[in-house]
């Protein structure tokens, strides 16, 4: 057997044993005899979440842990989720287990089945939905989410039918989160600087026709409440060929909130946390400050622009006059309440208007249910559980944004991850996991097989890696993503 080593987000790699071919099945009474003492795991998901915890159940010396995908291609939000031009990011390795792809569970599989073939079960599936905005116009042609378009220029196949209308002068992005500010960025990067990036060939030709110039980044409440990151902020201030557009205004008394006793009070916090009085520097610099020579010139000679609105909350998408599009935005302004985590924006009473052709919105992802046997939470969007196990089902875990929510970067669900690994081990070690062999993959594959599902394994994910290495090297790009499945699985005789 060869491993194949990889570098995940800049860390260590840890070895990846191939996948059983799914071609040669063992007999059920092999599994037994040779897998008594090994425990069977498997986990729902390939990408931060699914991955991580993998990773940390492999500390024990004889699990096997099984991963199972609903696209044909592995590594989830790393892929389809983070923007091209972070490449160092999007750079994965794998670990010892089996990767099964183009199995969707709930669909080719139950969960009932995964858990009567395994020891124990995880389910990292992510979160696959957006929240929606809940206002009048949201239907419109022009408005979108913000998950949608990234995976549209990401390459996920279930979002290559958006075809965005770019033909407007301005765009409306609705949050202010990393999300938001990739978005932006995507938007009013230089065609140039994207053509050596993985973002698809179908959107590169779309953005190289673009007519946006203003993006207009929109939130409910102040600069102390903004969710991106100094790194993605800093990107966005040194754009080249736009220049930032911020209202000293909605900055006023910050530099004093940081440095004392205005702060703590209006944050109920002994001192504030160093990355975030950072940001804060960052963006008081670019507000209020004077430019350099250098940065003036940049700005000076900037033909696109980015913003951020403060204190505004969507009400309604306004429509064209023909109403076959989106003409603007009607915005609430807000004013905070409260202190502390319990800041929240009530309106004013004055609206205004925002003018734009396309709307996005990005006020944050969800989960969706995968099983009717599964418990859910539909109104938090998570699986109930109580330190990654399951609620009242036993030998059922999660990790993820499945288990706390869509928050964090890919450190906190790194850690997260391990916590749930640690605590199914933790259970194995106890004797709280069911007893004796499971059949593990075999069961499962014999299963897909009756169904009709042909799984790809790791082995042919490297065949299509390949292919789309070869592909983006006649254009100079690291790859041409494959994004029709049908087109893949055609690649691997499927």
Known sequence: MTSRCWRWWGRSAWPWTRPLSTGSTPSFRHQFSTQEKTPQICVVGSGPAGFYTAQHLLKHPQAHVDIYEKQPVPFGLVRFGVAPDHPEVKTAHSGRCAFWGNVEVGRDVTVPELREAYHAVVLSYGAEDHRALEIPGEELPGVCSA???????????????????????????????????????????????????????????????????????????????????????????????????????????????????????????????????????????????????????????ASRAWGLRFFRSPQQVLPSPDGRGAAGVRLAVTRLEGVGEATRAVPTGVMEDLPCGLVLSSIGYKSRPIDPSVPFDSKLGVIPNVEGRVTDVPGLYCSGWVKRGPTGVIATTMTDSFLTGQTLLQDLKAGLLPSGPRPGSAAIQALLSSRGVQPVSFSDWEKLDAEEVARGQSTGKPREKLVDPQEMLCLLGH
């Open 147 to 301: 998950r949608a378009f990234v995976g549209w220029y990401n390459g996920l196949p279930e979002n290559q039918e958006l075809k965005p209308d770019l033909s407007c002068d301005t765009a409306v992005i609705l949050g202010q989160g990393n999300v938001a500010l990739d978005v932006a960025r995507i938007l009013l990067t230089p065609p140039e600087h994207l053509e050596k990036t993985d973002i698809t060939k179908a959107a590169l030709g779309v953005l190289r026709q673009s007519q946006v110039k203003t993006v207009w980044l929109v939130g409910r409440r102040g600069p102390l409440q903004v969710a991106f990151t100094i790194k993605e902020l800093r990107e966005m201030i040194q754009l080249p060929g736009t220049r930032p557009i911020l209202d000293p205004v909605d900055f006023l008394g910050l530099q004093d909130r940081l440095k004392g006793t205005a702060w703590r009070q209006s944050t109920m916090l002994t001192e504030v946390p160093r990355p975030r009085k950072r940001l804060m520097e960052l963006l008081l610099r670019t507000a209020m400050e004077k430019p350099g020579r250098e940065e003036a010139a940049h700005w000076a000679s």
